[in-house]
């Protein structure tokens, strides 16, 4: 089983920036893909960014060229730059690893940015 835990979110200006966090624990050999999700009030869950074990990564049109996903030495640890925030970045973000079994999930954190 994978347990996942995110850190970093916060209250931020338009433009400015945060780094999130995910680190991963448990049967973490078994983890592929990992990414990062958001969900604001209201709307549906939305991925935001993934990465494969490869390095390769795929982001949503409305964050590509301002956030930038990464994943650890470790391989148990990924990272979410988030530059020129806009206030429609607001949500609450969520990690997910994808296994050759269930997904895991984090517990949220909260990013919101103010105009």
């Known amino acids: 089983q994978v347990r996942l835990v995110e850190s970093g979110g916060g209250l931020v200006q338009a433009g400015g920036s945060l780094r999130l966090s995910c680190a991963a624990s448990?049967?973490?050999?078994?983890?592929?893909?990992m990414g990062w999700y958001r969900q604001a009030p209201g709307k549906q869950r939305e991925l935001v960014a993934a990465?494969?074990?490869?390095?390769?990564?795929n982001y949503a049109d409305s964050v590509k060229g301002r956030f930038t996903i990464s994943r650890g030495n470790a391989k148990n640890t990924v990272y979410l730059q988030m530059n020129s925030l806009k206030t429609e970045d607001t949500a609450v973000y969520y990690c997910?690893?994808?296994?050759?079994?269930?997904?895991?999930w984090g517990q949220g954190t909260q990013v919101t940015v103010s105009s």
């Open positions: 997910k690893a994808s296994t050759g079994g269930p997904q895991a």
């Open positions: 448990g049967t973490i050999f078994s983890i592929n893909t």
């Open positions: 990465i494969t074990s490869g390095g390769s990564t």
